[in-house]
């Protein structure tokens, strides 16, 4: 099946991403670590323009940016410098952003997806290097905005800004563009998605083959989807009504989920690029081969070997590789002697489905343990012993436990941060399988103590076999198995 | 060429006023700068690898080592615009 993209729609991407893995910001020797310090506590002469300050370049930044370029297979500059893109706004100290240009870092690159009608590849037209402007907060609305505030600990943040060809088809693919391009930054472990501020997107969009809209101030991959179907509906309402969609600048609100035009008299061409006299050109492609073998299994490849190791489903798979951490937990889980089959059933589809029915996003995995924060309150953490995983994947397997009852202790270890063993809480909430003789027992009583229904049952009322099924789950707490409950049942009676 | 229009253009770029006599002072200084350039032009420099910078060096690092911040007091030391230690300036646009 061809996707035909009926209504001529096309997407590209501007993704910034902090690379807030370094140390330090790109060409300071401040901390990246600023998150929760007091303003501008982490700030220099360089990163607050100072007069007379020289950047310096940070070594690391460019080995990330290689990286990112060699995963996103794309091709590394022979010769690369920076550019001062000028402009004033006031998170801007110097008066102009330091950033590349007409020879960036990583160009023609690729990511595929998952897109409309199987896999889809998206281009990569270049990524390079740029750093981070400061923080503003508005004092008021914006509207009625009484004055700016100004925090210059992220000035100087390095950044890698990576601009897509417009190949995407449907807001679904931009989002899934984004959640594979996450995933692998994570997987080079060069970005925490998780810190505030770490990704910002502008989209460009268009339909029915039409002029290209930008909508700017996406601050979230979940924002892209909401923000592109609602620009995508303006742009259709517009050409319905019989006019034209007009090249421009939108801005996206997203506590309204509405974006709104911005009139700017600055123009791309007016930002006055020249290159940056203050940093030396780079040629770094010797540095490559040493670079590659530095590169880790990535998703596509550790997804391939997951069929083929543990013999489970791409579905799995998948779901299992969509986080580095996620990934890494499932084979600490399997290496310990968790079935595998099922490990990938209880982590992709339980424990995954409950951690995101609490808003809770993987943050961490040592080893021992994969810790989560609550994506909206990151005081809210709680992690995930691999031992205690496999514990419980052993208990049911072996037929301890019924399935309910293992979801049941994923549910409750999530829900406190109590450290208890599987095996303790199931004693506590006596979650451990009835014996069979506590079956039959119920199952006795359930048939004498409901002479109605049992007539209704030998009668031809299917459903009420069903009701003294219930009877038997309430009398063992739930703890019998359903389809043994019903067996006996039937045995009992039609003998 | 350089006109008037362009003279007003980059004096609003770089925030700054440029009065009408002062417009048509700077469209000519800028026109025989140009103009010089213009010159150079004329030379064949195809076969000639563009220069960037004199001194040919590459690859200026430092390694990734956090390096001591000032205090805030001294970053708002130059500014009698501050709050809550931030800087504080008028709403924009
Ligand atoms: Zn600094």
Not at chain 1, 31 to 50: E, I, K
Not at chain 1, 327 to 340: L, R
Not at chain 2, 79 to 88: I, V
Request: glycine share 8%; aromatic share 8%; charged share 30%.
């Amino acid at each position: 099946m061809v996707y035909e993209n009926p209504e001529g729609i096309r997407i590209g991407l501007e993704i910034h991403i902090q690379l807030n893995k370094l140390k330090t910001k790109m060409f300071c020797g401040c901390s990246t670590d600023y998150h929760n310090a007091a303003p501008n506590t982490h700030t220099c002469p360089v990163c607050l323009g100072l007069p007379g300050a020289l950047p310096v370049l940070n070594k690391k930044a460019v080995e990330a940016a290689i990286k990112v370029g060699l995963a996103l297979e794309g091709e590394i500059a022979e010769e690369t410098q920076f550019h001062r893109k000028n402009y004033f706004y006031p998170d801007l100290p110097k008066g102009f952003q330091i950033t590349q240009y007409d020879f960036p870092i990583v160009s023609k690159g690729k990511v595929v997806i998952e897109g409309e009608d199987g896999e889809h590849t998206v281009g990569i037209t270049r990524a390079h290097m740029e750093e981070d402007p400061g923080k503003l907060v508005h004092i008021g609305s914006i509207g009625k905005s009484k004055g700016v505030l100004i925090d210059y600990n992220r000035s100087g943040m390095p950044l890698i800004e990576t601009v897509t060809e417009p190949d995407m088809r449907s807001p679904k693919e931009a989002r899934r563009f984004l959640d594979k391009f996450r995933n692998i930054l994570e997987y080079l472990d060069v970005f925490d998605g998780n810190l505030e501020g770490a990704m910002r997107v502008d989209a460009n969009v268009s339909v029915h083959w039409g002029t290209r809209v930008e909508v700017k101030n996406i601050s979230s991959h979940k924002g892209v989807e909401r923000a592109l179907l609602y620009e995508i509906m303006r742009q259709k309402n517009v050409i319905r009504r019989g006019g034209k969609v007009s090249q421009e600048t939108r801005h996206f609100d997203e506590g309204r989920g509405v974006t709104l035009s911005m009139r700017t008299k600055e123009e791309a061409e007016d930002y006055r690029y020249f290159r940056e006299p203050d940093l030396m050109p780079m040629r770094v492609t010797d540095w490559i081969s040493a670079i590659k073998e530095t590169l880790p299994e990535l998703p596509d490849a550790k997804r391939a070997r997951f069929m083929e190791q543990y013999g489970i489903t791409d579905m799995h798979a998948r779901s299992l590789t969509s986080k580095i951490m996620l990934a890494d937990f499932y084979e600490g889980v399997s290496a310990k002697g968790a079935d595998p089959k099922f490990a990938a059933t209880w982590t992709a589809d339980v424990f995954l489905g409950e951690l995101n029915y609490r808003d809770l996003a993987i943050s961490s995995y040592d080893g021992e343990r994969i810790g989560f924060i609550h994506a909206k309150d990151p005081r809210i953490k709680n992690s995930f012993k691999v031992s205690d995983m496999v514990e419980l994947i052993n208990l049911f397997a072996e037929g301890k436990i019924s399935d309910r009852a293992a979801v049941e202790v994923i549910r409750t270890m999530l829900d406190t941060t109590e450290e208890k063993t599987p095996s303790r809480i199931i004693e506590e909430k006596g979650l451990f399988k009835a014996e069979d003789d506590l079956v039959t027992k119920a199952v006795a009583e359930a048939i004498a103590e409901n002479e109605a229904a049992v007539q209704d049952y030998l009668g031809g009322t299917e459903k009420s076999l069903n009701f003294l099924v219930g009877q038997v789950m309430k009398k063992t707490k739930g703890t019998a198995d359903a389809k043994t409950a019903r067996e006996l049942i039937v045995k009992e009676l039609k003998g | 060429m350089i006109t008037k229009e362009d003279v007003e253009h980059i004096g609003w770029l770089a925030r700054i006023d440029i009065s009408e006599q002062e417009t048509v002072e700077y469209m000519e200084k800028l026109n025989s700068v140009l103009g010089y350039f213009g010159q150079l032009d004329e030379l064949q420099t195809e076969d000639v690898a563009p220069t960037y910078h004199v001194a040919e060096i590459y690859n200026v690092f430092r390694d990734d080592m956090v390096k001591d911040c000032l205090p805030q007091e001294v970053v708002l030391a130059n500014t009698e615009h501050k709050q809550d230690g931030t800087f504080r300036v008028p709403k924009i646009g």
